[in-house]
């Protein structure tokens, strides 16, 4: 571990420490940031990491610095990540690595006890920071920037629409419907509870948004992990709301209603400066491309498609998808007759690493292609052949999807993706939804499934006005970011208040 010293050359520029949860999908947007502000000389920043997210948080560092070094300083401090935490494999520090949602609670743990390594660094360094920004699950850093006298700001990457449905759900309590009352029936010493398949909350607030209980219970299918889920979340909230205000990934063409909301009833203020995927230079084509890039462009040879639309398949990397679902997505993907490339996920517990049958890529290899590492995700949406996209549901995808314009089909599985899914499908109209065998959000979802989805999203009317309401979110997405627009502006009054009567 080391502190961070900048040079004079830096003067005048507020300088930030900022620290990402422990996972790829955390970190990407906050390394977008980082490139931004350092892009456009608007800070200098620390970046805290741990040796195993090291070479990513770099290499995404270097990436973005736009082949010069005239921008803003920026230093990268590892804190080393503690070993024989209990529920924790050794070597893991990230949580792509995880498998379970109790495994993710003992992961958020053990972060927390980077704390006394992280007041260390932060309290050395030269210049001192003027504000600390943390992604919202390091709650702990509340307190950390209190005991230094730094003030403290959150990092949400999930939607704003997410974030104001928790708030409400805890101000409404819905789940009390589902809590045994005195008159509910008992049979055999166990208490029959009301029905929950069919029924949905209706936010008082937003009338037109309904809620299905199945949706709202989604990140608590594990049942061990219910309480301290419960709790870490309350935690989260808590450290939001005691904040100085709160960065979200998002821009007003998107989330305006929600956004609104939020400043005028929730709090901390909120400064929506996304999409943060279009804050880095665009990439620029070399020798180096990557044979996925060829083989989109029509150039990679005999497994080349012809010149036909693409689905891009990527399912997250925080779920571990069973082996028999993943053999379903084949035969979905197989039996759509769709051209296709498959971002399989690589961890050793995920999809990239079942068999997905013997003759699967063999029956496909002239129109489908599995990719078994890290993709450039931003850049695969780009391209003129991709069409349309199966996805989870991850704010990242979302964002990056909208940015390159390209229509959804919407597959949620944990934490803020079922929420996420109903602003594509129900507000935005830009995604069709995958439907489990049983409607509930986590459940088995057949291979005529994904191919009637896929087939809807892809040639059918849905995905027709799905295409035309993205590019326009997309049109609107780069007008945010572009000089003079909303997240434009709301960068530069973010760092404005962060160097009030301190900045010269």
Not at 78 to 84: A, G, H, R
Not at 287 to 302: C, D, E, I
């Amino acid at each position: 571990m080391a502190s961070a010293d900048f040079t004079s050359a830096n003067h005048g520029l507020p300088h930030l420490a900022i620290f990402p949860f422990l996972s790829k999908g955390h970190t990407i947007p906050l390394i977008q940031l980082v490139n931004y502000l350092r892009h456009h000389q608007l800070a200098t920043v620390t970046f805290f990491t741990t040796p195993g997210n090291a070479p990513f948080v770099r290499s995404g560092l270097l990436s973005g610095a736009g082949g010069d070094d005239d921008g803003a300083a920026v230093a990268v401090v590892e804190l080393e990540f503690p070993t024989d935490v209990p529920g924790i494999q050794p070597g893991i520090e990230s949580a792509e690595g995880l498998t379970s949602m109790a495994a993710f609670v003992a992961f958020a743990h053990a972060v927390s006890l980077l704390r006394p390594q992280f007041e260390a660094s932060v309290a050395a360094m030269r210049p001192p920071p003027r504000f600390i920004v943390a992604d919202a699950f390091l709650y702990w850093t509340n307190d950390s920037a209190a005991r230094l006298g730094v003030p403290k700001v959150s990092f949400l990457v999930t939607s704003t629409f997410a974030h104001v449905m928790r708030e409400l759900i805890v101000r409404h309590d819905p789940f009390s419907l589902l809590r045994p009352r005195a008159t509910d029936v008992v049979i055999d010493d166990d208490i029959t509870p009301p029905a929950t398949h069919s029924q949905t909350f209706s936010v008082p607030e937003f009338p037109r948004v309904s809620l299905p209980f199945e949706e709202l219970m989604v990140a608590f299918k594990d049942a061990s992990a219910f309480g301290p889920m419960m709790e870490l979340d309350g935690k989260m909230g808590k450290a939001i709301a005691q904040s100085h205000s709160l960065i979200i990934n998002t821009f007003h063409g998107l989330e305006a209603p929600y956004i609104e909301f939020w400043d005028e009833h929730v709090h901390p203020r909120a400064w929506p400066i996304g999409p943060l995927c279009l804050a880095q230079p665009a990439f620029e084509p070399g020798p180096t491309r990557p044979p996925r890039m060829g083989w989109l462009g029509g150039v990679g040879g005999a497994a080349a498609p012809p010149a036909q639309p693409v689905l891009y398949v990527a399912l997250g990397t925080l779920s571990a998808i069973p082996a028999l679902q993943v053999k379903q997505v084949a035969d979905g993907l197989d039996r759509s007759r769709l051209h296709f490339l498959w971002a399989a996920r690589h961890d050793g517990d995920g999809d990239g690493d079942v068999d997905l049958g013997r003759e699967f890529e063999e029956r496909t290899k002239h129109r489908g292609l599995v990719v078994r590492e890290w993709v450039d995700q931003p850049r695969i949406l780009r391209h003129r052949s991709v069409r349309g996209f199966l996805s989870h549901c991850g704010w990242n995808s979302v964002l990056e999807s909208v940015a390159a314009g390209v229509p959804l089909a919407a597959w949620p599985m944990n934490f803020d993706q079922p929420f996420n899914a109903r602003l594509l499908v129900d507000e935005l109209r830009i995604a069709a939804m995958v439907w489990t065998s049983d409607s509930i959000a986590r459940g088995f979802v057949t291979d005529e499934e994904i191919s009637r989805v896929v087939g809807e999203l892809m040639l059918g009317d849905v995905g027709v006005e799905a295409a035309r309401n993205v590019a326009r979110l997309s049109a609107s997405a780069k007008k945010a970011m572009d000089q003079g627009g909303s997240s434009w502006t709301a960068v530069r009054e973010m760092i404005s208040e962060f160097c009030k009567n301190e900045c010269a």
